[in-house]
């Protein structure tokens, strides 16, 4: 047993599904390695003077899970993701750079307390919505040729 002091988020990660939290520990150090590189610049008159934005991010998100490409990231406050989506780039460029067996092409947030996680079936949902939407506007379609047909003679003549 290890003397290591968790957080409670954790401690029920470990508790509820070990292999979820295996699999995001080491994305979860590189995580907050990457993140806590980031620094802004005050916009007052000094804009030399850094802010430590990145120390501050590090410590109010959490990697949850990564499947499909998609990185799960849980944020303490709905802030929080505004500047994730700021950084997303330099981000996912320092995450490659980290750990570039892990295929990972975009994140996706969600706010403590929040049930939202990532489906396994998100391809299939996305491909039969991608299909049903096809199918609709071949409805539309048709009817609007069908109102032109009716409406529109094609071989009009003047006179």
Known sequence: MSDEIIDSSRMMMNIM???LFAQTDNIGSVWKKVVSR?????DNENSEKRIPIGERLAGNT???????????VEVDHSGWI???RFYQKFILTGIKRELPELKINTMAFRQAGSSARLND?????????RKEFAK???EQDK???DFLAKNIPKNKTKE
């Not at 980031?38 to 005050?42: E, G, K, L, V, Y």
């Not at 959490?62 to 799960?72: A, F, N, S, T």
């Open 136 to 138: 609709k506007l071949d």
């Open 82 to 84: 505004q500047y994730l």
């Open 121 to 129: 079936d998100y391809e299939e949902r996305l491909a039969k919505a």
């Open 17 to 19: 599904g070990g292999n």
């Open 143 to 145: 009817e609007i040729e």
């Open 62 to 72: 959490r990697v949850i899970d990564l499947k499909k490409g998609v990185l799960l």
């Open 38 to 42: 980031i620094h802004t610049f005050n």
